[in-house]
């Protein structure tokens, strides 16, 4: 089996592997599930931060429109 190195990443030829060799090292690749864990908690973040600001805009709207109509 030969493998070509580049940086810290291994890129096999085909035909190196069997199919039940490739599902083990997939298996064991935990990379891509915790970028996935990262965009999940920055997605919840950004709808927890959407609806807030939706919220206090609104107020903040109605006291500006308040104030506008005292000042007529």
């Known amino acids: 089996m030969q493998d070509k190195t580049f940086g810290n990443k ?3 030829e085909p035909g190196d592997f069997n199919m039940l060799s490739i599902f083990r090292r997939l298996m ?4 891509g599930a ?3 864990e990262y965009t999940l908690i920055a997605s919840l973040i950004a709808v927890a931060a959407i609806t807030a600001m939706g919220k206090v805009g609104g107020k903040v709207s109605n006291v500006l429109n308040n104030v506008a109509g ?3």
């Open 28 to 31: 064991n690749n935990d990379q």
């Open 10 to 12: 291994r890129f096999f």
């Open 70 to 72: 005292a000042m007529t």
């Open 34 to 36: 915790t970028a996935i």
